[in-house]
């Protein structure tokens, strides 16, 4: 079973084409010998000495060509990053597409050959971090200081023990780039505007994932890349007697889950309600072929909660003919669903039950640090036995604590009771549709950028909205916090103007008045 989380941050086989190096040279029977040239066993070795210490010059001339390779490459790609990073910061669409397309397009195996080792995702983030952050308002709501001082256990625990591995791939290569990416690129085109984007890049996967469906043929297992990454994630998987998709995300779980994360996004974008309702159809259609039954339910609970607020500006009419046909096509499709998943048979059981067996690790949970269970022989780790934790939820807590999970738990609580209230926004309603893959699947691939990411835009968009409800504006008082596009939150104030759904700014009432306003910043 292939569904233990990938580990990003295994050293390169620094061995590989490089030779051992002598440091002397000496004949045992004869003493040391004088040399004058280089000695045979020196040939082809970076680096050389004889035995009174001379160092031969074949070592530095090849260390010195190397370099002068090497550095003119280096300051171009430092160039073309700073040049990606500059155009992000006058157009940060720029930033939203190249995150989403890397997502979407981009093989969690395709990464730069050193140590630690970044996932591509994150390389992203980073880029539209360092193009926006300098505009950053640094405006803070109780969902950044819940995310942070999680982070800060996380930190505190790796203090008291638990490797900083974990810190790295967990938080500063995984969580932190792709939480701040979704915050500035919020703050800065709104949230419509950056769901428009992702929408774009998801119809895109999904047909792409049911075109591998038809043809059995995943055009992205043919980029290849010699490492442990692509034997672990390239190779397809079957179902009984289907093969299951996968794209660009190494794993049915992860297209499955991440496909429907974008489902909330979605139905929330601008676009005309007959648009929206097709492109969610076509992405909902495109996890059924991962046959998931994690990422199949993530998807019903995704468009069920969507419908169900007034945020998705959906005609009633319209959603009681989505919800009727959803009925009608799975209530078609569910017989044959079930019957790979009754084909599957042993499979399918032995996945199920190995996800309760490891359960019986909660007791072995520590409040904050790393888990008793852990151990380690040599590159591999296990937790009392168990190889792969098939659960985020409680990997965190076996690495970090239970208070960390705790924490990030009591903030989805939060999130559920605006939705039930219906005042959450569609980046919330994402984050709840994924509640059953947090505790039945690690964050593999690209699943954790995709949560991440989705924090991060709605913690952005909450900040909106309630700026605009101590200001009493209709959108005008934020225009330093959620940059000068931000459709959402006029949406959100009940601005249904056209000027609020093509992007131009409202302006408030105090602004009509002659005043300064709060958003006259």
């Known amino acids: 079973m292939r569904l233990r989380p990938a580990d990003f941050f295994r050293p390169p086989d620094l061995r590989q084409g490089i030779g051992e190096v002598p440091s002397v040279f000496s004949d045992s029977s004869h003493g040391p010998q004088q040399t ?31 370099l002068f390779i090497i550095l003119p490459m280096a300051a171009v790609a430092l160039a073309v990053l700073l040049l990606v990073a500059d155009r992000i910061h006058r ?9 989403m397309c890397v997502i979407g397009f981009v093989p969690v195996w395709v990464m730069i050959p050193a140590d630690p080792n970044v996932p591509p995702a994150s390389l992203a983030c980073f880029l539209v971090i360092v193009g926006l952050l300098p505009g950053f308002s640094w405006r803070l709501t109780s969902g950044d200081l819940m995310v942070v001082t999680a982070w800060g256990l996380a930190g505190l625990a790796v203090a008291m023990g638990s490797p900083l591995n974990y810190l ?38 999904s047909v792409l994932a049911l075109f591998e469906a038809v043809t059995t043929v995943n055009p992205f297992n043919y980029i290849t890349v010699h ?6 994630w390239a190779p397809s998987l079957a179902r009984g ?62 468009v069920v909660l969507s419908l169900m607020q007034v945020h998705t500006n ?36 032995d996945s199920a039950g190995y996800r309760g067996d490891i359960l019986v690790l909660v007791r072995q949970l520590k409040p904050l640090g790393l888990s008793s269970a852990y151990q380690r022989s040599g590159d591999s780790v296990a937790w009392s036995g168990y190889s792969s934790i098939d659960n985020h939820l409680l990997l965190t807590a076996l690495r970090f604590g239970w208070i960390p999970v705790v924490l990030v738990m009591l903030g989805m609580l939060v999130y559920l009771a605006r ?51 101590r200001n009493n504006t209709a959108g005008g008082g934020v225009g330093v916090v959620a940059g000068r596009d931000n459709p959402w939150n006029r949406l959100r104030s009940r601005d249904r103007s056209h000027g609020a759904l093509a992007g131009r700014p409202a302006r408030s009432a105090t602004h009509c008045a002659g005043g300064t306003g709060a958003g006259n910043h």
């Not at 280089?38 to 070795?45: F, L, N, Q, T």
């Not at 096509?329 to 059981?349: K, M, T, W, Y």
């Not at 959450?424 to 509640?435: D, E, F, R, T, V």
């Open 91 to 99: 157009r940060p669409i720029v930033g939203a597409g190249l995150v």
């Open 36 to 66: 004058t040239g280089v000695p045979p066993e020196c040939s082809g070795k970076p680096v050389c000495r004889s035995p009174t210490g001379q160092q031969f010059k074949g070592g530095t001339m090849s260390l010195a060509r190397t």
């Open 241 to 302: 007697s289907f093969t299951r998709v996968e794209g660009a995300f190494g794993h049915p779980i992860a297209l499955g889950v991440c496909l429907a994360a974008g489902i909330p996004l979605i139905l929330a974008t601008r676009w005309r309600p007959g648009y929206r309702i097709a492109a969610g159809v076509l992405v909902l259609g495109a996890t059924i072929p991962t046959f998931s039954r994690t990422a199949i339910a993530c998807a019903v609970i995704a």
């Open 419 to 469: 939705a039930l209230g219906q005042r959450s926004n569609p980046a919330q309603i994402a984050l709840l549709s994924l509640i059953p893959a947090y505790g039945t699947v690690a964050f593999i691939t690209q699943i954790g950028a995709v949560v991440w990411l989705i924090a991060g835009m709605a913690a952005s968009a909450q900040l909106s909205v309630l700026l605009e409800s």
């Open 227 to 232: 490492n442990n990454l692509y034997e672990e």
């Open 168 to 205: 790295l791939s967990e938080v500063v290569f995984g969580a932190l780039p792709a939480y701040l990416a979704g915050r500035l690129l919020v703050e800065r085109i709104g949230l419509r505007r950056l769901a428009e984007v992702l929408a774009i890049v998801w119809i895109v996967v």
């Open 314 to 349: 959906i005609p009633a009419l319209w959603r009681m003919g989505f919800l009727t046909a959803l009925v009608a096509v799975g209530s078609v499709l569910l017989p044959h669903i079930l019957g790979v998943f009754d084909e599957a048979g042993r499979e399918q059981e």
